[in-house]
């Protein structure tokens, strides 16, 4: 999608951009909603290419999902 704002990298249902402390609150209540324990906002990212190598996708799959430019190592 364009970017207009390069500061902004996710929006809300209206169009106006998430503030760091609501977004993160929100995954919060998100995450305890979902009965995941263990399980920050900073290690998301980590935590579900983890789970993806788990369920057996391979390193370039779980690259192109996440973003990263290097295979992760545990």
Known sequence: ?????VETILT???GRPW??????HE???QIRAAGLS???THG?????AKWMAEAGCSE???MAITGHDQPLRA
């Open 27 to 29: 995954m919060g209540a």
């Open 44 to 48: 998301l990212r980590t935590t579900a």
């Open 12 to 14: 809300r249902a209206g």
């Open 60 to 62: 370039r799959e779980i």
């Open 1 to 5: 999608m364009p970017r207009h704002n």
């Open 19 to 24: 503030k760091i402390d609501h977004f993160r």
């Open 38 to 40: 263990g399980i920050v």
